[in-house]
T-cell receptor
Framework: NAGVMQNPRHLVRRRGQEARLRCSPM?????VYWYRQLPEEGLKFMVY????????ESGMPKERFSAEFPKEGPSILRIQQVVRGDSAAYFC???????????FGSGTRLTVV | GDSVTQMEGPVTLSEEAFLTINCTYT??????LFWYVQYPGEGLQLLLK?????DKGSNKGFEATYRKETTSFHLEKGSVQVSDSAVYFC?????????????FGQGTTLQVKP
């Protein structure tokens, strides 16, 4: 049973480009969470999704950021028109319903140049 | 809102020394408490957890007790190894949202020297 798979592991984008980060949850996990880790800081919650539904996006910046978790395929975190301040590690976690037993992926490290 | 405060790092210890990493929290309701560990270049791994007051979580020689009276969840290990070098995060479940969201402390870097 593979763990939470995130790709790419490293992503370099120029300012103004779009970044797409993918997360495939563990088999049987229907809940996906995205967190952002800025340098030297802890993880900050961004968004919580279930299949085809955004449940809590209270941590998402109001502009340029969006997330989806379609019926088929991975969850996608999309950042449009990236800026240097978006450089961070983005972690996805999945869990079964009603369980705080997250499993984290290895993260995508986004660098905006 | 709910928050977690960890002791500042880095913490540098010699092998076989005793480890304590302090964690205190503020929360409404009755959160669950967690310790996660992050090795260089990797994601977070759940180290241990406690779901109610006076519970003790333990794993791999690490332990932490949920102290409601002092709102603390300090991480301890009796004898650290070089392989324990990592960043340790204390976290709590956000009881106000009931969505499984976790609130993390800023992390404490542990360096163990041989």
């Amino acid at each position: 049973n593979a763990g939470v798979m995130q790709n790419p592991r490293h992503l370099v984008r120029r300012r103004g480009q779009e970044a797409r980060l993918r997360c495939s949850p563990m088999k049987g996990h229907s809940h996906v969470y995205w967190y952002r880790q800025l340098p030297e800081e802890g993880l900050k919650f961004m968004v919580y999704l279930q299949k085809e539904n955004i449940i809590d996006e209270s941590g998402m910046p109001k502009e340029r950021f969006s997330a989806e978790f379609p019926k088929e395929g991975p969850s996608i975190l999309r950042i449009q028109q990236v800026v240097r301040g978006d450089s961070a590690a983005y972690f996805c976690a999945s869990s079964p319903p009603g369980n705080y037993g997250y499993t984290f992926g290895s993260g995508t490290r986004l660098t905006v140049v | 809102g709910d928050s977690v405060t960890q002791m500042e790092g880095p913490v540098t210890l010699s092998e076989e020394a005793f480890l304590t990493i302090n964690c205190t929290y503020t929360a409404t309701g009755y959160p669950s408490l967690f310790w996660y560990v992050q090795y260089p270049g990797e994601g977070l791994q759940l180290l241990l957890k406690a779901t109610k007051a006076d519970d003790k979580g333990s794993n791999k020689g690490f332990e932490a007790t949920y102290r409601k009276e002092t709102t603390s969840f300090h991480l301890e290990k009796g004898s650290v190894q070089v392989s324990d070098s990592a960043v340790y995060f204390c976290a709590l479940s956000d009881g106000s949202s009931n969505t499984g969201k976790l609130i993390f402390g800023q992390g404490t870097t542990l360096q163990v020297k041989p």
